[in-house]
């Protein structure tokens, strides 16, 4: 072979594969099929080890007798997304379009960012890919493409199933996930070690994908993987492997570190263009910060997004069972059934496991017959208790059994002769420096290094008068197991340390918080805000929160957590601080300190048997909030987040609260532009949308300002007794767009309101409510063609930007939201929500293009409701731009139902509408 082929693939085909092995040449010398195939056996051993484990058990050291089995493949519960198909389509038929599995879109996807919150799943999924992937090449008959590919599970945790062709509900085939690219070689590259390796690039130095070449051969010699090297090499540029960059958000911007790393990544992709990549983030990390208004230059060209969902009811189920199934003691798998009711039927519990590291502690704590706290910082604090039992009282390793005796009997607190108090006081001031040092945009644990560990437990121990050596303290931490774990140093002294999860790091800087300490007031003093003499812990908390939400906000929202229901006065305090005489629409600082109160307020307190005081700030805060929904101070996440508080606490908006007080905005009548317009894209796509034209509409009307609300939609359905097909619809928040309606329920709702406003004379007698037919629709949201600069715009409001300031879209948020918390999408009536959030059924029938004009025989067969395809309009939350345009029609059965469709009300002349459509 020539000298300048290394690593190519020759003649020569291994047997018992999933994938072709070949020869292969190594700086000139021709391995045969069978050593390349050992070679690569033994590297996806290897793989199958790391990636084996459940992280965080056994980064809290809690792998022991009671959990043992609880591994990843054992629990490992399928992923959802906020992405459904791109082209929105439902087979007849179907009720609802589900969203798609995390694998799903991997497999549309050749370059991917899956973007989740803290213990959302992100890690846990590539290593189960990582696991299924390698075990299919090695002949695995428990991890391999069947165990990847499995259904989801459904409502009852059950795997999803449809029926055969013939109908038999007696014979249903498995839904299984799709993945259509085989046994490619995994290979996982956690970026936080790529980050503190010296294979980074430097901060003047050009940054290529030969950086993480570089690091990924290291890696391989660290895991005595190294004869793999060239194999890996040939893999990659034959396009055989899933590349996975886990954590992107762990690196520090500092430096424009990240910057750099997103330049690897990007020329990685790049070089390697036919292999699949996949990156892993925190969304605001990778949306944008607080500060940045929710806008991030940090993004990966020619990567998709998608963001992982919360875990549903059946997936808590789903997960329960194989967590409890797992387990080999018979006496806790029968506490399995207990925990399934506890979380399902506790509202508090329930949004606690929607996370799957959550569900995870929350399974793990009832195990082993620990009480369930319903409150997040109630949570952590029992977890704290566990681990820090753990760490605190472990014991030395020896194989003298003298010496073992002599130190089995001292735990950490009597080998410091103080008391288990301080050893916590430690842990949290360790924590509330880290957390106060740390790069606000890194989102993993900070580091706290030995140094200061060691002196801080030395110090209380001389507050306890015991004299204790560095060196003695060093080598008594050296194997202990529990909060904090070590990890690496060139020396004990030069080691760091670090929580298991950021979680912990917040809990316990928001316990030092509370302390009220002369140190903890002196780390402010050059601060941005001023403090004075008396200051109290919550005036600190308001200023950290509102002035550095991105670094404190957890901890923050935490410190109004700890004993708020058995001491809930200190928390009041808070709340005070955070919200008063605050103007969300004058400063950011208002806004957010807004923002934090209304999580408190919702999350921590209990609202009833409220004294004067607490009536007065609680009444302070629910009238500021509305105003906080519009502040362009906020990004809109934090807005939504606002409205999801607001229906807990209570939303004093009337206008999405009750049918009486629905808002409409006037609609003139003219001609207008209906159909694609000249800014949207040419396509196949796009033909039901053509041909276009002017279109005349020839009367007024008036469209609802926003779409239904479920409070709304709930009053409609206890006043006139109506029965529907399921309670979903009633299920979301009271001031969220109502969903899971069909068309039919819809038209209903109008009937009812028409009838109610007549009566109440509110509404005129020539006049009705009913839904808005598609060019009504059209025409409220691209305005006319008079005193109208874009007649033909692609999206309700001015220009072709689209932003998440705009609308509710793309999944970034993945729910519904509030309505009117995006002016900048206001269309040119004043209309709020058009474009994304809900598709908004019509009264129309679909058919083709044009659209017959008002009046004509054509026009009122379209309109009268009795079609079996009705159009809806508008996109919504989990939709992409081409579909949130002002033009597009999507169109199904009439019993349709999802999370994402909804309706608003139009009013117009009585004369127009028929009996079927809403008169």
């Known amino acids: 072979m020539p000298p300048d082929r290394k690593g190519t693939i020759d003649v020569g085909t291994a047997i018992n594969s999933p994938l072709t092995i070949t020869n292969i040449t190594v700086n000139g010398t021709v391995l045969s099929a069978a050593e390349v195939q050992r070679r690569e056996q033994h590297y996806?051993?290897?793989?199958?080890?790391?990636?084996?484990?459940?992280?965080?058990?056994?980064?809290?050291?809690?792998?022991?007798?009671?959990?043992?089995?609880?591994?990843?493949?054992?629990?490992?519960?399928?992923?959802?997304?906020?992405?459904?198909?791109?082209?929105?389509?439902?087979?007849?038929?179907?009720?609802?379009?589900?969203?798609?599995?995390?694998?799903?879109?991997?497999?549309?996807?050749?370059y991917l960012v899956l973007t989740g919150d803290p213990g959302s799943g992100k890690s846990a999924f590539v290593n189960y890919l990582c696991l299924c992937l390698a075990g299919e090449s090695l002949g695995s008959e428990r991890l391999n493409l069947q165990a990847l590919t499995a259904p989801l599970p459904d409502d009852e945790g059950e795997p999803q199933t449809e029926a055969t062709a013939s109908g038999d509900e007696a014979e249903r085939w498995e839904l299984r996930q799709h993945w259509d690219h085989g046994a490619l070689i995994p290979v996982r590259i956690i970026l936080r070690d790529f980050s503190a390796s010296s294979h980074f690039p430097a901060e003047n130095e050009r940054a290529t994908a030969s950086h993480?070449?570089?690091?990924?051969?290291?890696?391989?010699?660290?895991?005595?993987?190294?004869?793999?090297?060239?194999?890996?090499?040939?893999?990659?540029?034959?396009?055989?492997?899933?590349?996975?960059?886990?954590?992107?958000?762990?690196?520090?911007?500092?430096?424009?570190?990240?910057?750099?790393?997103?330049?690897?990544?990007?020329?990685?992709a790049r070089s390697h263009a036919e292999n699949r990549l996949l990156v892993t983030c925190r969304p605001y990390a990778y949306h944008g910060s607080a500060k940045s208004g929710g806008h991030s230059k940090w993004r990966l060209e020619r990567f998709a997004v998608s963001h992982l969902a919360p875990f549903g009811r059946g997936q808590m189920i789903c997960f329960i069972r194989r967590w409890y199934a797992s387990l080999t003691s018979q006496?806790?798998?029968t506490r399995g059934e207990k925990l399934q009711k506890a979380v399902l039927s506790r509202t508090p519990l329930r949004d606690l496991a929607k996370r799957p590291l959550l569900l995870s502690l929350i399974a793990y704590l009832h195990a082993y017959r620990h009480e369930l706290p319903e409150?997040?910082?109630?949570?952590?604090?029992?977890?704290?208790?566990?681990?820090?039992?753990?760490?605190?009282?472990?014991?030395?390793?020896?194989?003298?059994?003298?010496?073992?005796?002599?130190?089995?009997?001292?735990s950490l607190a009597e080998f410091l002769q103080v008391g288990q108090d301080r050893i916590r006081l430690v842990l949290e001031k360790l924590a509330f420096l880290a957390h106060a040092a740390q790069d606000p945009q890194q989102r993993e644990t900070a580091d706290i290094t030995a140094r200061d560990l060691i002196f801080e437990l030395a110090s209380a121990a001389r507050v306890g008068g015991r004299q204790v050596d560095e060196w003695e303290v060093c080598d008594y931490l050296r194997d202990r197991v529990g909060i904090l774990y070590q990890r690496g140093g060139a020396s004990e002294l030069d080691a760091v340390y670090t929580f298991p999860h950021r979680s912990f790091q917040e809990y316990l800087a928001a316990a030092y918080l509370r302390r009220e300490e002369d140190a903890l007031f002196g780390i402010f003093k050059q601060a941005a805000f001023e403090l004075g003499e008396e200051t109290v812990w919550q005036e600190l908390a308001a200023a950290l929160g509102r002035s550095d939400p991105d670094r404190w906000r957890e901890v923050v929202v935490l410190a109004g957590g700890i004993n708020a229901l058995s001491d809930p006065g200190p928390i009041w305090e808070l709340l005070d601080a955070l919200s008063l005489e605050a103007d969300p629409a004058g400063s950011s600082r208002d806004a957010w300190g807004l923002r934090l109160a209304a999580e408190i307020l919702a999350e921590c307190l209990k609202r009833d048997n409220l004294n004067r005081r607490q009536q007065r700030i609680t009444a302070q805060i629910r009238?500021?909030?509305?105003?906080?929904?519009?502040?362009?101070?906020?990004?809109?996440?934090?807005?939504?987040?606002?409205?999801?508080?607001?229906?807990?606490?209570?939303?004093?908006?009337?206008?999405?609260?009750?049918?009486?007080?629905?808002?409409?905005?006037?609609?003139?009548?003219?001609?207008?532009?209906?159909?694609?317009?000249?800014?949207?894209?040419?396509?196949?796509?796009?033909?039901?949308e053509t041909p276009a034209g002017e279109y005349d509409l020839t009367y007024d009307y008036q469209l609802a300002q926003y779409p239904v609300t479920v409070a709304q939609f709930g009053q409609f359905v206890e006043d006139a007794q109506f029965e529907l097909d399921g309670q979903r619809a009633l299920q979301?928040?009271?001031?969220?767009?109502?969903?899971?309606?069909?068309?039919?329920?819809?038209?209903?709702?109008?009937?009812?309101?028409?009838?109610?406003?007549?009566?109440?004379?509110?509404?005129?007698?020539?006049?009705?409510?009913?839904?808005?037919?598609?060019?009504?629709?059209?025409?409220?949201?691209?305005?006319?063609?008079?005193?109208?600069?874009?007649?033909?715009?692609?999206?309700?409001?001015?220009?072709?930007?689209?932003?998440?300031?705009?609308?509710?879209?793309?999944?970034?948020?993945?729910?519904?939201?509030?309505?009117?918390?995006?002016?900048?999408?206001?269309?040119?009536?004043?209309?709020?929500?058009?474009?994304?959030?809900?598709?908004?059924?019509?009264?129309?029938?679909?058919?083709?293009?044009?659209?017959?004009?008002?009046?004509?025989n054509e026009w009122k067969k379209r309109t009268n409701g009795l079609g079996a395809?009705?159009?809806?309009?508008?996109?919504?939350?989990?939709?992409?731009?081409?579909?949130?345009?002002?033009?597009?029609?999507?169109?199904?059965?009439?019993?349709?139902?999802?999370?994402?469709?909804?309706?608003?009300?139009?009013?117009?002349?009585?004369?127009?509408?028929?009996?079927?459509?809403?008169?």
């Not at 309505?819 to 009536?829: A, F, K, M, R, V």
């Not at 809806?872 to 169109?891: D, K």
């Open 623 to 688: 009238a500021a909030l509305p105003a906080a929904l519009r502040t362009p101070h906020l990004p809109a996440v934090e807005r939504a987040a606002i409205g999801n508080h607001l229906a807990v606490i209570g939303d004093p908006r009337a206008a999405v609260m009750t049918v009486d007080a629905m808002p409409f905005c006037q609609v003139p009548k003219g001609r207008f532009w209906m159909g694609k317009g000249r800014y949207d894209e040419k396509g196949e796509e796009w033909r039901p």
């Open 732 to 856: 979301g928040a009271p001031n969220s767009p109502v969903v899971w309606v069909s068309r039919d329920e819809a038209m209903e709702f109008c009937r009812w309101l028409t009838r109610r406003w007549h009566k109440s004379g509110r509404l005129a007698d020539d006049l009705c409510v009913t839904l808005p037919d598609e060019a009504e629709w059209e025409r409220a949201a691209r305005g006319g063609l008079a005193d109208n600069p874009e007649p033909q715009r692609c999206y309700p409001w001015k220009g072709n930007e689209i932003t998440d300031e705009h609308l509710n879209y793309n999944g970034h948020i993945g729910e519904v939201t509030t309505p009117g918390i995006y002016p900048l999408g206001e269309s040119p009536c004043g209309c709020h929500d058009l474009s994304g959030n809900v598709w908004e059924w019509t009264r129309s029938a679909y058919g083709e293009y044009p659209y017959p004009a008002v009046g004509t």
């Open 212 to 268: 993480l070449l570089d690091f990924l051969r290291t890696t391989l010699n660290n895991a005595a993987c190294e004869e793999y090297w060239d194999g890996l090499k040939a893999r990659l540029r034959d396009g055989k492997a899933l590349v996975m960059f886990d954590g992107l958000d762990e690196v520090a911007q500092a430096g424009e570190r990240r910057t750099r790393l997103l330049a690897c990544i990007e020329d990685f």
């Open 375 to 410: 409150r997040r910082a109630d949570l952590y604090e029992k977890l704290l208790e566990l681990l820090l039992d753990k760490w605190e009282k472990a014991r030395f390793n020896t194989k003298d059994s003298d010496d073992a005796r002599q130190l089995a009997q001292y």
């Open 869 to 919: 395809v009705g159009v809806l309009r508008g996109g919504a939350f989990n939709y992409y731009r081409r579909l949130v345009r002002c033009a597009v029609r999507y169109f199904n059965w009439l019993d349709l139902r999802s999370d994402g469709i909804g309706f608003r009300c139009c009013v117009v002349p009585m004369t127009l509408v028929s009996e079927d459509s809403g008169r």
């Open 44 to 110: 996806l051993r290897r793989v199958i080890k790391d990636c084996a484990g459940l992280e965080w058990l056994s980064l809290m050291h809690l792998q022991d007798e009671n959990s043992q089995g609880l591994e990843l493949d054992a629990v490992y519960t399928a992923l959802l997304t906020n992405t459904v198909d791109s082209l929105g389509r439902v087979q007849p038929g179907k009720s609802e379009q589900p969203p798609l599995s995390a694998l799903e879109v991997l497999n549309r996807e050749r």
């Open 331 to 333: 006496s806790v798998r």
